[in-house]
Nanobody, 121 residues
Framework: QVQLVESGGGLVQAGGSLRLSCVGS????????VGWFRQATGKEREFVAG????????RYADSVKGRFTISRDNAKNTVYLQMNSLKPEDTAVYYC??????????????WGQGTRVTVSS
């Protein structure tokens, strides 16, 4: 069983940056690949980025490549999503999930509660 807690969301101007954090429970968290997803109002949840348990592999949605970076620090049981050059289209609730790093929602077993990101124009 893995519990995930996201933080770092907020209101930012277009072109600005935010760093989201996902803290997992205990040592078990470090055995899981982790992905970030987002869901904007009225839209379906979409994959943003993923990372393997040992950071060997990462994946990104085309819409965020070159702007977002996923990383993890297993000593701190934390996965990060650094978001730069933010656009209004990035506005959404962001979720971290454990169990995979691929853009397939059904592959993930555990989800956090989400953190809201709002990018103003």
């Amino acid at each position: 069983q893995v519990q995930l807690v996201e933080s770092g969301g907020g209101l930012v101007q277009a072109g600005g940056s935010l760093r989201l954090s996902c803290v997992g429970s205990g040592r078990t968290f470090n055995d899981y690949a982790v992905g970030w997803f987002r869901q904007a109002t009225g839209k379906e949840r979409e994959f943003v980025a993923g990372i393997t348990w040992n950071s060997v592999g990462t994946r990104y949605a085309d819409s965020v490549k070159g702007r977002f970076t996923i990383s993890r620090d297993n000593a701190k049981n934390t996965v990060y999503l650094q978001m730069n050059s933010l656009k209004p289209e990035d506005t959404a609730v962001y979720y971290c999930a454990a169990g995979s790093y691929r853009p397939i929602i059904s592959n993930y077993d555990f989800w956090g509660q989400g953190t809201r990101v709002t990018v103003s124009s």
